[in-house]
């Protein structure tokens, strides 16, 4: 485990530092050296109906969102200037390709042969909520990020244990940030709003 841990440092280290241009070819290509350097092959299982079911609940969330004034206008806050490309592109390849074969598929799987699900469901969930600590110095905003983010790991190893594979997660993983900034995109399209705020990293 020790391999795909250091692995995995030196990814999160260039995903800081590399260019944005690049992460969609090198997300791909460091999770097949992770994958070759461990062992563990990716299992995409055979979970359709839960991937299936876990897109709709999501897509079914972001629509409510869209209901609620407070929710709408946080969803209005972000900034995608290339929307499709983003959703479709981007963070399938650079964000979630890594971070599921990294989480659910490598480290699930080395967890599971030796401690079992439940361990290795919390161990990278936990390890998934630290991942995604910030440069940002708030602390109120680093330890929500960390929570959010950990409870997400929680619903996306138990996605990877009832599905017998990580076709769930990643579907769920994909619509939880691709559905995301579709639903930013047409909030502001809809208000008229095209000022330039913050590019919102999926």
């Keep these: 485990m020790s391999i795909a841990l250091s692995v995995m440092v030196v990814v999160r280290i260039w995903n800081r530092t590399g260019p944005g241009w690049a992460q969609p070819i090198t997300g791909p290509l460091a999770a097949a050296l992770l994958v070759l350097l461990t062992g563990v092959p990716p299992a995409l299982g055979t979970g359709y109906g839960y991937a299936l079911t876990g897109v709709l609940v999501i897509a079914a969330c972001y629509g409510l969102a869209l209901l609620i004034p407070p929710t709408r206008r946080a ?34 799987t080395l967890i599971d042969r030796q401690h079992g699900p439940v361990w290795a469901t919390g161990v990278t969930a936990v390890l998934f909520g630290l991942w995604h600590i ?3 110095p708030a602390l109120r905003s680093q330890l929500g990020t960390v929570a959010f983010t950990t409870i997400a790991g929680v619903a996306f190893g138990l996605l990877r244990d009832v599905s017998g594979g990580l076709l769930a997660p990643v579907a769920v993983h994909w619509a939880a940030n691709g559905l995301g900034v579709l639903a930013s995109t047409a909030v502001r399209a809809r208000s008229g709003d095209d000022r330039r705020g913050p590019v919102a990293n999926g």
């Design 134 to 136: 910030s440069p940002d």
């Design 75 to 108: 969803l209005a806050a972000q900034y995608f200037p290339t929307p499709w490309r983003t959703a479709i592109l981007e963070i399938p390849l650079a964000t979630v390709v890594f971070e599921e074969i990294a989480f659910r598929g490598v480290l699930w």
